[in-house]
């Protein structure tokens, strides 16, 4: 999708956004600690582009797409949609925007209420946003046309569709309202590859055709690498690269966005038998207590002393492509002086270690490109 | 000599229902040997679950009926009493679930649930149970196994919870292990793991493995035979190899060619199945994939048999095009260069 709208001016920016969750416990339900679901993330998503955002389960991907939509309200930070700081609105402010930002979710047999038709799932936000009843059954109709059904499936009930259809249902209400900016959070895992594709294909025809901002949740990074202009990687809470698409896959900087794409399967034996397979050992640690340092380094092969002390910055190595570690892959060193000098604020320990490794010799975790 | 675990001959299975019979598996045919790893590739509803719980007896109701054999060591599955089953069931052959919350009973420890399974089928003390399940705890790669069996399933994050079934279906030696799309609920990164922990356990405890998924992405690696299901037939029966390397189905194709490639330069459009599947209780006269196959002729209108039509033995499918016209007309969509419909 490399349909960017009208140049560089981001529709949705999210400075230094952090979200807790407060545990409590005993009596007097005093906060005991927190869950560090998202920890200090910036970033901005240009109007008509899709960033793909990708992580494993509990990295804070969903959180933060539903922080952006104000499902959630940011510990701290800010939340700039078209300029305007949303972060602060209470919810009669926020009704307008509402328009503006829509979700699609995951599971699309639970977000879609059973004892409901078609008509009046799709009907709701027009409803609410006072559209007159007498234009609302053509406005469903017609939306129900643009994803790909029947407008006769109007009084249908959800449970009458397959698990494909039922997401097309989620993404007809999504649109019902034109919004500008469309949260999908891991839209297509929950259905089949052969849907998948039919799904990506389809999300891309309506950003084309509506001028659709999306922020593409997903933990697959086969899956965002069709839709994404940019794609984000998070661990834990924390922003870890950032990069174009393309380049992402080409040269990924992180470790962990390396051992991401060596995870997923390739549909061919004998490529993937040659290929070197970077299993990650165990789970995504506990948010409650982050490891010190760099989030990934109990799970990292490149770990040595300085990644369990010091938090590797985000760093920018050119061409927006940006990323946190202490011992970036696939990096010249020339490349790396340059971005060495641009991190001023950085601890000088990170810039001591952090030693080009020379990329030609490394095994590219996807083989035959 | 591989001795053989299982044969499936000729399976049907009907659900009698108010709307009609769903022929949810229709004429399915396969064997196991020992050690080998069977793949079941298809899309929702295309009766390859129905077809794995059938071997465990998992499907018998009052409205369901069955045709042909389901021959485990000889003796017919479908023909098994209740108490027989149950000594089949768990003991001998057993089945990974593919999602781990609902599939783990909520209100009793990991510990508790494996130790059950043990001891219905095993003579085994409380002590002694207990003590194997740490051990296979400690073999599907559970740390500080000692004290994690007393959580329960809540505790468990979901790729941990889907070691714990697998320690619970291994817990009395099964001969062969049936894994219903065991990551499709994981991460990638956790998927990758548990495939190469089934890989090994097959090993470990000289079983065999039935596994069950949508993707053929997920089988490439370590199954030895796939069948690829439609519609509750098989449409294509082969080696990995030639299965990947030679597909001959029209649906085999589409399915390989919908899954992003990594390895490959950016499409603009994914390849995609047209439609959905067909309804079991009425489905489509002739070859069944003929309303979504972009290759369709006049002589689909009968269905073809599944036979071998290639140079390669037992590589079976149900196609009417002949072998080099489909060598022609799969290029575009396992490319993924054809336009998607």
């Not at chain 1, 998202?38 to 899709?50: I, K, L, Q, Y």
Request: proline share 7%; glycine share 8%.
């Amino acid at each position: 999708m490399s349909s960017v709208g009208n140049g560089d001016t981001p529709l949705v920016e999210v400075k230094n956004v952090k979200k807790y969750f407060p545990i409590r416990k005993g009596l007097l339900q005093r906060e005991v600690g927190a869950v560090h679901a998202v920890d200090d993330v910036t970033f901005a998503v240009r109007e008509g582009e899709t960033l793909g955002l990708v992580g494993e389960s509990g990295c804070g991907k969903s959180t933060l797409g539903r922080t952006i939509v104000r499902l959630h309200e940011p510990t701290s930070g800010k939340v700039i949609f078209e300029g305007r700081d949303i972060t602060k609105l209470g919810t009669r402010a926020l009704r307008p925007l509402r328009r503006e930002m829509q979700m699609i979710f995951q599971d699309p047999y639970a977000s879609l209420n059973p004892r409901k038709r078609v008509g009046s799932i799709i009907g709701t936000p027009l409803k609410i946003h006072g559209v007159e009843k007498s234009k609302r059954r053509a406005r469903v109709q017609e939306l129900l046309e643009t994803v790909g059904l029947s407008p006769e499936h109007y009084n249908r009930f959800p449970h009458e569709f397959s698990g494909g259809q039922r997401q097309r249902i989620g993404v007809a209400r999504a649109l019902a309202l034109n919004p500008k900016l469309v949260v999908a959070d891991e839209p297509v895992s929950a259905l089949d590859v052969s849907i998948q594709s039919q799904m990506l294909n389809l999300l891309d025809d309506l950003q084309k055709e509506l001028k659709l901002t999306y922020i593409f949740i997903a933990h697959d990074l086969g899956v965002v690498r069709h839709v994404s202009d940019r794609i984000a990687v998070m661990y834990l809470g924390k922003l870890v690269e950032l990069s174009p698409a393309e380049d992402l896959y080409k040269r990924p900087i992180m470790p962990y966005t390396e051992a991401l794409l060596s995870a997923v399967p390739i549909p061919d034996p004998d490529l993937s038998d040659q290929r070197e397979r970077i299993v990650l050992e165990g789970d995504v640690p506990s948010p409650i207590n982050p490891p010190s340092g760099c989030r990934f380094h109990p799970r990292c092969r490149y770990m040595t002393d300085i990644c369990k002390e010091v938090e590797p910055p985000l760093v920018d190595f050119g061409r927006g492509h940006l990323a946190a570690c202490h011992h970036p892959l696939n990096v010249d060193r020339e490349t790396l002086e340059r971005a060495k000098v641009s991190k001023r604020h950085s601890p000088d320990a990170a810039d001591e270690s952090a030693k080009p490794r020379d990329s030609s010799g490394r095994s590219d975790p996807v083989p035959g490109r | 000599m591989p001795e053989r675990l299982i044969e499936v001959k000729d399976l049907e299975v009907k659900f009698h229902t108010e709307d009609g019979v769903v022929n949810a598996v229709d004429g399915v045919s396969f064997e196991l040997q020992r050690g080998q790893v069977l793949g079941i590739v298809g899309e929702s509803g295309s009766g390859k679950s129905v077809t794995a719980m059938t071997l465990l007896g998992l499907t018998r109701d009052r409205n369901t009926s069955f045709g042909g054999e389901v021959l485990y060591k000889g003796r017919d599955v479908l023909e098994m009493d209740e108490d027989e089953l149950q000594g089949v069931r768990g003991n001998e052959m057993s089945m990974i679930f593919q999602d781990p919350m609902t599939s783990l009973n909520p209100v009793y420890s990991i510990g508790m649930q494996i130790c059950e399974a043990i001891r219905v089928h095993e003579r085994a003390d409380k002590n002694q149970a207990r003590r194997r399940a740490i051990d296979l705890l400690k073999q599907v790669g559970i740390p500080n196994a000692e004290s994690r069996i007393d959580n329960y399933p809540h505790e468990f994050s979901g790729g941990m919870r889907q070691r714990a079934m697998i320690a619970m279906a291994l817990a009395c030696n099964p001969d062969v292990l049936i894994a219903d799309e065991p990551t499709t609920a994981l991460d990638v990164t956790i998927q990758a793991q548990i495939i190469e922990l089934i890989d090994r356990l097959k090993d470990e405890f000289n079983s065999a493995v039935i596994l069950i998924t949508h993707d053929l992405g997920v089988v490439a690696d370590v199954a030895d035979e796939i069948i690829v299901m439609y519609a509750g037939r098989v449409v294509e029966r082969a080696s990995t190899r030639p299965l990947f390397y030679d597909p001959q189905h029209p649906y085999t194709w589409g399915l390989l060619g919908s899954i992003p490639r990594l390895d490959r330069p950016k499409q603009d459009r994914l390849h995609s199945i047209k439609g959905t599947p067909p309804s079991l209780i009425r489905a489509p006269k002739g070859c069944k994939f003929r309303p979504r196959c972009p290759h369709a002729f006049d002589k689909c209108m009968e269905e073809p048999r599944l036979e071998n039509r290639v140079e390669e033995p037992g590589h079976l499918d149900r196609c009417w095009l002949s072998v080099e016209e489909k060598r022609e007309l799969r290029v575009p969509t396992l490319a993924g260069t054809e336009e998607a419909a």
